[in-house]
């Protein structure tokens, strides 16, 4: 049975500030419809690009979208920062209404989009608990009902009649994810809820978000993690500039992704007039490709990286270094690394050079990519900074853990339970 | 007065009216949500829905959210505070203090026959209960932008029980009030006749709240777009406050000015209110009348603005 099903919506936002000017735009607007004339202010039909270069000051966050959804199903909505997927799901939970199409909703929604909603620090947990319910669209005796199993599930029987305001952020989350588990609803929308939380309250999450769609329940899903839509979806829709892009089985999708994303990023070029550099040496080219036993293009923790520079030398009879840097995104420097020692020396002209970093070495995360071309084993000729950025990508072995690992490097030891 | 009954029930026939039909469509709306439980309940999501189509219905669903927003507002507002809820009493005392002392011992306004500190603590307390209702619903979006920006309930939720705590307030104040009565009868300051129309104050009071809550839903419409209406709210309630009958007797005012003071809606409200409390004055049917009629359409007028915003003022606030 079809739970959803939403045929061509569109969202126009306005960008900048509302205000000043805006009663003057509102009269005009209205002149226009008067007059029966198609609203000036819609006619433009750029996509949500954030790279600042559409001259309009509206915005379609989403722009003809259609899907359906079926009873019992997970759909992932999975996309870029900016892509339409929070849009997309305040029109379906009615906090904001489209500005074209239609959606058919064949049960009560309820949405995770940000738990804890509506908490008051001055009431105790109990107290939160029925105002939350409520505020979700729970009675009070739906919630009195489910009140033992929800303060259960958080696991903080001992501070339920305590204010919230003194509960530790952890407890915090925990109580208002566990009011939200214990809705019934025959829709539930899912935002982003496993970046909180340890990893023992995680597992408790998707093992809920798993036993609502058993029940025949519908979940749409928005996540990063594509491990987590990979595992717990049996749909997914990937969404790019309020458009549908790609939607069909998981992996496809995440995978589809995957190998678009940054795939600008992954090499420069450049001629030799413009080329960064100096009197001594330039930057030709520089990329990265991701080598992979599937031949998929893309950049995960079980991807090596095929790292090639080319460089013109202006310096006769260069003895030669290459020294790169590799920075995690907050700045801190993972590794450096050099070309073979003796250097060799290098007549004018162009040179190339290779890096492979193997797989299983760097963690998931941005990280970016310096090098400096070095004389005589001592002397930097010119540092080129920042030429690369890339950002690695999340593979797991099922786990039901779905958080991020710390630290800049996650090399893959030989590190067994021996007995 | 045989005419004035007469109009009485007049009035509050069609009133009770509307109240079956309200009670009608709720219930049966009521039975349609339990069924929901099976997935036969069906929503269409679009652009703009109609002017009308209010879906007032769906707030029986919500009453217990009602309720437990008017218990936050009275535990919130009063923890880590020495006085507590008796700050309730004590604002309007004070304040009839100093209306006592200013106008009616330095500018020495009739007061109508009656003690003047009597006379401006009931106006006042009437007059709280109006301009805290009026006030908090203009404000409802603003203040509950980031609760509405994450989750859907109805909306009109949030003034009703704006209207519910003030209520409960009142009615603190409405005892206080009567035990000052009885001290100023005790210690022979005043004499109070009692009528029957005294029955008429919870008329009164709905009144007042279907106004306040009536004018505050049709600018909370306006201050979410434009903000420079919750400055001029604050400071045209004060002077509102001014033009209504509170400090002085309408028969104070005299030719031109007494004309229009019987326009605002208030006036009768508060004129009937010292008629039934003290005898002073005249009992004006007809004013009730036009106070009401004025009060449902301002209602109807503002829930229909107000549901008209619900719907877009996440992508302007």
Redesign the interface.
Known sequence: ?E?INVEHLSKQ??LGQ??TG??VQDLNRWWYKIRGKEDPTLVITEANDHDGSQRSEYVWALHDVSFSVN?GEVLGIIGRNGAGKSSLL????????????????????A?L??VG??F?P??TGR?NV??NG???????REISSKFDEIVAFSGVEKYIDTPVKRYSSGMYVRLAFAVAAHLEP?ILIVDEVLAVGDAQFQRKCIGKMKDVAVEGRTVLFVSHNMEAVKNLCNRALLLEHGSIVAQGSPAEVVDYYLSGRNKADWGRNYEEKDAPGNAHTRLKSISLEPVREDGKQILTVKSSLLIEISFWNYVHDLVANLSLHLYAATGECVFNVITQLPAPKLACGLHKARCTIPKELLNTGLYYISFMVVKDTSQPLFNFEEVLTFEVLEERETSNWHGKFPGFVRPALDFKITE | MGSSVGEFIAFILPNLKVNCWIKRTFVRKKQNFSS?DK?R????????RRWFDTRLWELW?????I???V??DF??QY??TVLGPIWFVLQPLLTALVFFIVFGKIAAIPTAGIHPFLFYFTGLTFWGYFSDVFLKCANTFSVNAS???????PRLAVPLSILASGLIKLLVQIMVLIGIIIGFNLAGMATTTLNWTLTLIPVYTLLLALLAMGLGLLFSSLTT???DFSFLLTFGVQLLMYATPIIYPLSFARGAMHEILKWNPLTSIVENLRYSVFSSGTFDGLGLVYTAVFALFTLVLGVVFFNRVE??F???V
């Open positions: 049975m739970r936002y306005r509302i205000g805006s009663l009873e305040k029109i379906l939970s009615k906090v904001t209404s489209p500005t074209k199409g239609k959606i058919t909703l064949c049960g009560r929604v949405s989009l940000e909603t509506g008051h001055e009431l107290e029925f105002l409520a505020i979700l669209g729970m009675t009070k025959e | 929901m997935p309940y069906l929503e269409i999501i679009t652009p703009k669903h919500y009453r217990d959210l309720v437990l927003f218990k936050r535990v919130a923890k880590q609760l509405f920006g994450k989750v859907y309930f777009k434009y903000r719907q877009s996440m992508d302007t």
